[in-house]
């Protein structure tokens, strides 16, 4: 059974980092094949893809947010972890982890955490 | 960057078919994967690769893609299937991102 789980910080402060670790189960991220990526949504609006990291440690990021993010992988522990820099109140939303297919012509999200809503306000 | 648009509501009683459109230049070309998002909960992975559902995903789930335009049919629609609709593709021509659409949501009358 595959079940994903993200925890972080509710609140943070303008200008401060975010740090959110997605802890994963029913799989394993050094499988081949394998990706973990994050994924937000700002409340009543739509999806947004921040990253993604691969079973290889190959990384990619959202081209708008690239300068801002890191992403990195503790795979004996099941764990991926985000950090967002430079945090603002535009970057309140919820912010889910998933599991990542790849096939030949890009990636699906086939498993979903319950997401954590972070809100940014001083 | 390469655009998804859809249609932000569709409605249709029950029993009836729902069809929920994806707009993308040359989407045809492009693998397109659909997901459901009832509020307060999580997205779902209902349609992926154009037209296959994941296991546990009711037949009434299908989907198709061609030229500039990927669609969503949801048939014999049910209370239940209310909910946002996202369509998502991987734009390999954008530092390897992933593109959603703006989201449809879907009203049983």
């Known amino acids: 059974q595959v079940t994903l789980r993200e925890s972080g910080p509710a609140l943070v402060k303008p200008t401060q980092t975010l740090t959110l670790t997605c802890t994963f189960s029913g799989f394993s991220l050094s499988t081949s094949g394998m990706c973990v990526s994050w994924i937000r949504q700002p409340p009543g609006k739509a999806l947004e893809w921040l990253a993604r990291i691969h079973w290889d440690d190959d990384k990619s990021y959202s081209t708008s947010l690239k300068t801002r993010l890191t992403i990195s992988k503790d795979t004996s522990r099941n764990q991926v972890v985000l950090t967002m820099t430079s945090m603002d109140p535009v970057d309140t939303a919820t912010y889910y982890c998933?599991?990542?297919?790849?096939?030949?012509?890009?990636?699906?999200?086939?498993?979903w955490g319950q997401g954590t809503l972070v809100t940014v306000s001083s | 960057s390469y655009v998804l648009t859809q249609p932000p509501s569709v409605s249709v009683a029950p029993g009836k078919t729902a069809r929920i459109t994806c707009g993308g230049n040359n989407i045809g070309s492009k693998n397109v994967h659909w997901y459901q998002q009832k509020p307060g909960q999580a997205p779902v992975l209902v349609v992926y690769d154009d037209s296959d559902r994941p296991s546990g995903i009711p037949e009434r789930f299908s989907g198709s893609n061609s030229g500039n335009t990927a669609t969503l049919t949801v048939s014999r629609v049910e209370a239940g299937d209310e909910a946002d609709y996202y369509c998502?593709?991987?734009?390999?021509?954008?530092?390897?991102?992933?593109?959603f659409g703006g989201g449809t949501k879907l009203t049983v009358l």
């Open positions: 998502q593709v991987w734009d390999s021509s954008s530092d390897h991102s992933v593109v």
């Open positions: 998933a599991r990542t297919r790849m096939t030949a012509v890009g990636h699906y999200f086939d498993y």
